[in-house]
């Protein structure tokens, strides 16, 4: 899976769909003049999600590591994990920005 561990692959479908949602809520807002609040839920709910997600990857990842301090010591292994946690510890605050951000943007167009 890489140093990112599975979790970032969920990440980063959620990540493409949070743009999916605020390009199609930009494009409801100049043809019809608002915003869908059911749109506008979704994206809080994900940028609720986001954040819960990442600190999942962020506890994978560091038992990763610790798995890694608990038999032969390997530097490289250690580091592997340590960055899995952050990556994801990362992407899912980007993420959660990224929803919350729009949402809240958007709600003031309505």
Known sequence: MGAAGPVFYLLLALSVYTLYLLFYASFLFRREGQVDEALLDRLWDL????????????????????????????GALLAKGVAEALVNTGMGLLVAVVAYGGRTFLSGRR
């Open 47 to 74: 940028a609720q999600l986001a954040p819960l997600l990442g600190l999942l990857g962020t506890t994978l990842g560091m038992i990763r590591a610790f798995m890694a301090l608990s038999g032969e010591p390997n």
